[in-house]
């Protein structure tokens, strides 16, 4: 345990880091994968469950917390870790993203945001200080500084107006957050698919001296490789000793990718949402148990999973279940998932220990390229 | 373990009775409730859960499981146990009762009930025979006759029309069922609310020599007074030294005053239908977590619980989580709610065995009648 927000670089391979996030409530071994807590629960999983299978932390969503239970609540019930019986150390997004993606009529200037609530309409404010305070109320280890998350495709002037703006916004929420030892504010560049802003961005963030760095704004829409040039472009121009996040990725492929670029720290609604609609991600690669090839199947997803529900269930159970929309498919399948992303994760720290990264991952890719068990 | 279906009286308390039914797969300590796993599942749980909570028995609905996953494919699939991993005994239905509350357009006669499917429409027919064929492909330890459950109030020649049906059906069904030792066929009582009939369907049933007798058509929107003078009337007529199970009952309260007459097994969808939807069985009596004056209550349900739903989360996030329409909500409340119908059968079970079942059932209804926590 530590008192202070820290950062140790415990090996490279590659670009590819292996390190810990350390601070009061826990310790991150990194790279990490964070499942989304959205509301305040990891969909259809008992939080026992999800610390077991391995997450040393888990994202909160600041737009959904501050609509129910509200902020302030949630501070008198002793803030969000008390609430939902997560002693560990918990990541908040800045509420900017849903704010841009799910809420209604919404005017944007260089103060804030006021946008309508996706639940009942409601009209609410964000602006970089009051995303700060909100996430120092749900008392959140790890907050982000409100940005503009531009959708692409847009044009070079308004990718560079929102980035630019984000930046100012990166130093009002500096000031806001004030010195907080045990805790961090992590920037976030943007830049959208421009090299020359996302270099912009990211050196310009480098100045403020942050306690840590996200990369947004990818994962939007464009292809693998586009976001994948802009790590290559953005990483080197980031501080070497603070961590990266690279928010809203991804998939397991993205993932390898991108921890061979030097990110730290992923998060993805995926493994859970894929679960709730009966995607399993396995080490053989994507199962759709909706599929009727497994309807008669009663081997288990993966008899060599640390998962119980990949190893004790069949195939013909899961995909009875997900046909008839009962909630136990979600609850085994988001199971599965997590366990799949926590292995993965533990399995490129392994690695990168042993300086075998790059045959980890391809090894990884070429198990998932042969392909799903053959029907029975 | 034991070969065969038996019956054993341990203990009785006026008419209250303890007892165990014993089968290959396993003992029902009785008076037993059983949770309902409609389409192989109890819905929200997993199966372990519900085993650690004390249930020894199960049900499960064959209307439900002939639609999906079809009972030919279970048998494929090793049956229903297997197909579940529920090693321990489980009690089918007959798929009358969902046949006529929940299929459409039905031509009913003596020889049996054509149907629509209420998820596609799809034609099906259900005899007596099939009925019990089905639950044989399902490998179901307790199954049920196939019987008429005519709606209240209805007309006396109705009833009795629908009763004197049911009766040639369970003949029926006892033939089809035929010799099978480790299982039993339970005749169902009907007659509605005319006591001599419900007289004469017991009757003519016991005259049947079947293994154990099911109490139909109750629970279905009459007063409790009428069910209870209902079991008043029917249980003298059934066979002492057969286990007496009430279909679809019901409360804690129904519980406790059917346990008082002589009945052995329930089945129920309340705990985990109303847990769904926010509300809580406790000792203190009924909880909706929807009300807002928990929203800020840091309490948790019931600190004397044993169930972790009860006692490690409290009000407050119970209430965000319901409210939010998060499936851990469902999950928490359905734990806690078939947690206390488990606790109650085995405090109702103590207390016949040491002869102070009345004011056991004194002291339950006393302390919910006090009422919930105060609000903070």
Redesign the interface.
């Known amino acids: 345990m530590t008192d202070t927000f820290q950062f140790n670089l415990l090996a490279t391979d590659g670009k590819a880091r292996r390190g810990t996030v350390s601070m009061p409530r826990g310790e991150i071994r990194t790279p990490a994968f964070m499942p989304v807590g959205t ?3 990891v ?4 939080l026992d469950q999800v610390r077991d299978l391995g997450a040393d932390i888990i994202l909160g969503n600041t737009y959904h917390l501050m609509l ?2 509200g902020p302030e ?1 949630v501070a ?3 803030g969000l870790h008390e ?3 997560w002693p560990y150390p918990i990541l908040t997004d800045s509420g900017g993203f849903q704010v841009m993606s799910l809420s209604g009529l919404r005017k944007l200037d260089e103060q804030g945001v006021t946008f309508k609530s996706h639940i009942d309409g409601s009209s609410h404010y964000m602006s970089p200080e009051r995303s700060i305070e909100i996430q120092g109320l749900l008392d959140s280890d790890i907050q982000m500084q409100l940005d503009e998350c531009v959708r692409l495709p847009a044009t070079p002037d308004e990718i560079e107006r929102a980035m630019e703006m984000s930046l100012r916004w990166a130093d009002r929420c500096k000031t806001a957050f004030g010195d907080q030892p045990g805790k961090a504010m992590f920037g976030i560049v943007q830049g959208g698919d421009v090299p020359a802003l996302r270099v912009r961005s990211a050196e310009a963030l480098a100045g403020l001296n942050l306690k840590g760095y996200a990369v947004g704004g990818l994962a939007v829409g464009e292809p693998q490789a586009v976001m994948l040039d802009m790590l290559d472009i953005t990483l080197p121009a980031l501080p070497h000793d603070k961590p990266r996040y690279l928010m809203g990725v991804g998939t397991p492929d993205d993932m390898l990718k991108s921890v061979a670029r030097g990110i730290d720290m992923f998060d993805c609604v995926m493994p859970t949402r894929a679960g709730r609609h009966g995607l399993a991600f396995t080490r053989r690669g994507r199962v759709n148990l909706k599929n009727a090839r497994h ?2 199947d ?1 081997r288990p997803l993966d008899d060599q999973s640390s998962c119980p529900a990949a190893r ?3 195939r ?2 899961l995909h ?2 997900i ?2 929309d ?3 498919g ?2 085994l399948l988001t199971w599965n998932n997590l366990s799949y992303y926590q292995d993965l994760m533990k399995g490129i720290r392994n690695a990168i220990e042993q300086g075998r990264f790059q045959s980890f991952m391809e090894e990884t890719q070429e198990e998932w390229a042969r392909g799903d068990l053959q029907p029975v």
């Open positions: 509301v305040g629960t969909k259809a999983m008992y129910r239970p609540r008198r019930l002793g609430l939902i019986r309807a008669e009663r004790d269930y069949s013909a159970y009875h279940l046909r008839a009962e909630s136990l979600g609850m």
